[in-house]
C-alpha cells in the first residue's frame, strides 16, 4: 500500500457512482481534489462550530489555494441542530451566495452536519451536488455513505430527509486524532457491525488488531476502508432500502430504543454505545431463540468488553424503564403489526439476517431477564 | 371515444410510470381507483379552503365507500402557503396521523398544493407516494404532471423543491366548471404552449376548436389529454431537465419578470397571463432575429387575443419597469454569463428550441420597442 496516497472505494451506483477517499491530509488537500472533480464549480462549507475551530481555516485555504471561492455556514454543534428551523437557515445561506445547480456544498463535520448538509443540497434548486467531508469515526464509517439525509421531527429522529448521494467523500483519518477517545470507541462499534452482519473474517482482524486501530496509522485507514467497502455493497445493491440495506440496522432497534428511554442525552449513552448495547442483546436474542449459538453472543460481548465499549444493560448509568417500557419505545421505532416485529437477527458470527414477525412477547421476555444481567 | 370512461396518458419512466387519468367525475370516483391502486393504505388529504368547501366532502366520501381512512390537512388559499412554515405544518400533519412509507399523500388543489403536497410526500420518511388530484386547469395541463415539487424562497419562487413523481394522477375535468373564467383562461395559455413548442397542428386545431374548449365537454377533455401528452413525452425523455425539457419555459422568461415586476399581484397579472404575454414576446423577438416569419408572431397574438388573453406589455395594469428594469428581473430569473442569455425562441409555429447565447442587448432593444406598443 503507498502510505502517500489515500485508499479508494467506490459506490457503485451507476450515473451517481461516487469515490470515497480514505487517509491522512485529506482536508489540506481537499482543494486539488474538489478542482480536478467539479471544475469552476463554487462552494458553500457547511459545519459546526467545534470543527470549524479545528479544521475550517486549513479547508477554506485549500479550496482558495485552489481557486475555489467558498462560502462558510458554521452552525451550533449537536443533535439539536438537525431541525427545520436550521434547514431552512443553511437553504437560504447557499441561496444568499448564489450558488447555482452546478455548484457544491461540502459538509464538514460529523453525522449531524453531514446529514443536514446532504438533504440541504438535495433540494436547493432541486439537488445540487455535495461533498461529505466526515470528520468523526461514525460518520466516516457509516452516515457519510449512503446518500441517506435528513432532519428529525419533533415525532422522531430522521423522520423528514432524502435519498441523495454524494458526488465525493473525503474521509481524513488525521482528523480522528483530535477526536475524544469516547467518541472515536463509540464510532468502533459501527466497524464492529460490519464484520457481525456477513464479514466473520473483518471480525476476526478486529479482534486482533483493534489496539492498533484505536492506536492510529495503517490499521485504522484499513478499518474504515474495509466498512465503506462493506457499506458500500450493501448501498449499491439497496439504494433505497427496499431490502436487504435493513441489515445496516443490527443492533439499531435495541440500541435507538435505549437512546429514546435516556432521552437522547450523551452524557448518558451516545448512539455508538447504544448499538454496542444492541448488537450484544441481538446476539444474545438470536441464541435464547436457538437461532446462534451462545459462544457468538459471549464473543461479541467479549470483544466490545475489550475495546471499552458497553454490551449490557445495567451499563447504562442512571435508571432503565423496565421491560414493557422499553418494548414501547422498540414500538415507537418500528411498526408492530399483529404483535409480530421486524429484527435484525443472526444465526452466528457474521450470519445476520432480516428477521420478520418476531413475536413482540419473546422480546418483551427477554428485556425481563436482560434487567438483572 | 367512450364518454363513461376517462382518457389514460402514460408518463413513461420505467419503474416510476404511471398514469394521468381525464374525465369528469374523478373526484367522486377517486375511492375505487385509488383502492385498485394501492390496496391497503391509507390516506392524508391536502387541500386548501376554498377547494374543501367544493370538493372535500365528495373525496373523503369517496374515499371511505373504498375502505380508505384518510386525514385532511385544509391550508390557506394563495401562493403565500408554498412556503417552509406550511411545508413544516404538512410534514407535522402526515407524520401525526402515523402514516407509513406504504401510505399515499394526495394532493386535491391547484398548483400551489400540488407543489408543497408533492414536495411533502418527497421528504416524509425519505419519500412517500402521492396522488394529484389538480383542481385547476393550469394544474391539469402543467404542474400535476412531470414531478416537480417545491416551495418558495424569500430569495425567488421555486428555488426549494425535489423531483418526485407522483404515482398516479387523477384530473376531473367536471371541477373545472366551477374555476372563475379568468382562472381557465390563464391556464389555457399553457394548453396553447404546447401547440407552440413543437405540435403545430395542435395549435391549429386549438385556433379552431377553442370555443368549445372554453365551453366544456369532450373538446376540453381532448385538449387536456392532449397537452398531458406532451408534457408526458418531454418529461420521459428529460425527467431532470439537463436538455429538452427547457422548452417547457417558453414564455416564462418574460412571464416570470413580468410577475416580478407587479409583484405578483394577481390583481395585476397571473401566471398564465404573463406566459400569454411571454409566448407573444418570444415569437416576436424570434422574428426580429430573423429566426421566424412575423407571420407566425402575428398569428400566436391574434389566437390569444381571441380568446380573451393578453399579448402585449400595455396590457398589463399599472406601471411597468422600463426595459433596463425588466432585464433585471431576467437576471434574477436566470444566470447571465459574459452578457449572454438562455431563451427558449421559435423558428416558427410549432418549432421551438433552447436558445444559448441570445445577447442582452439585443433584448433590451427589444424591450425597449416594445414598451410603446
Not at 95 to 110: K, N, P, T
Not at 117 to 130: D, E, L, P, S
Not at 264 to 291: C, K, Q, T
Request: some cysteine; overall charge negative; hydrophobic content about 45%.
Amino acid at each position: 500500500m503507498d502510505e502517500t496516497q489515500p485508499r479508494t472505494v467506490t459506490v457503485g451506483l451507476g450515473d451517481r457512482a461516487y469515490d470515497i477517499l480514505i487517509g491522512p491530509g485529506l482536508v489540506a488537500g481537499a482543494g486539488a481534489r474538489v478542482a480536478a472533480s467539479f471544475p469552476g464549480a463554487r462552494a458553500a462549507v457547511v459545519t459546526d462550530r467545534n470543527v470549524a475551530a479545528r479544521h475550517l481555516a486549513a479547508l477554506e485555504e485549500s479550496l482558495a489555494g485552489a481557486g475555489i471561492a467558498s462560502h462558510a455556514i458554521v452552525l451550533d454543534p449537536g443533535e439539536k441542530t438537525k431541525d427545520f428551523a436550521h434547514l431552512e437557515h443553511v437553504v437560504d445561506e447557499i441561496l444568499a451566495a448564489r450558488l447555482e445547480r452546478g455548484d457544491i456544498v461540502i459538509a464538514l463535520g460529523g453525522g449531524v452536519i453531514g446529514d443536514l448538509t446532504g438533504f440541504a443540497a438535495a433540494i436547493v434548486r432541486r439537488g445540487m451536488r455535495f461533498v461529505q467531508m466526515p470528520t468523526s469515526l461514525l460518520a466516516q464509517v457509516d452516515s457519510s455513505v449512503g446518500g441517506k439525509t435528513g432532519i428529525n421531527s419533533p415525532r422522531g429522529k430522521n423522520l423528514v430527509g432524502a435519498f441523495h448521494q454524494p458526488s465525493l467523500v473525503l474521509a481524513d483519518t488525521g482528523v480522528l486524532d483530535t477526536l475524544p477517545e469516547r467518541e472515536f470507541r463509540a464510532g468502533y462499534a459501527e466497524v464492529a457491525k460490519y464484520g457481525l452482519i456477513d464479514r466473520p473474517d473483518f471480525f476476526a482482524w478486529l479482534e486482533a488488531n483493534w489496539r492498533e486501530i484505536f492506536a492510529g496509522g495503517p490499521a485504522r485507514t484499513e478499518a474504515i476502508a474495509q466498512s465503506c467497502q462493506a457499506k458500500a455493497e450493501v448501498v449499491a445493491r439497496d439504494e433505497f432500502e427496499t431490502g436487504d440495506r435493513a441489515l445496516l440496522n443490527l443492533g439499531h432497534t435495541f440500541g435507538h430504543a435505549l437512546e429514546g428511554a435516556t432521552g437522547y442525552d450523551s452524557a448518558r449513552l451516545v448512539h455508538g454505545e447504544g448499538v454496542a448495547i444492541g448488537m450484544a442483546l441481538a446476539h444474545r436474542f438470536s441464541a435464547r431463540m436457538n437461532l446462534a449459538s451462545p459462544d457468538d453472543a459471549r464473543r461479541v460481548e467479549a470483544h466490545l468488553e475489550a475495546v471499552g465499549l458497553p454490551w449490557r444493560l445495567s451499563q447504562v448509568p442512571g435508571e432503565l424503564p423496565d421491560a414493557d417500557g422499553l418494548m414501547a419505545y422498540i414500538a415507537q421505532d418500528k411498526k408492530v403489526s399483529r404483535g409480530a416485529l421486524t429484527f435484525i437477527l443472526t444465526r452466528g458470527i457474521g450470519q445476520s439476517f432480516v428477521a420478520k414477525d418476531v413475536p413482540a412477547s419473546e422480546v418483551v421476555s427477554f428485556l425481563r431477564e436482560q434487567a438483572g444481567r
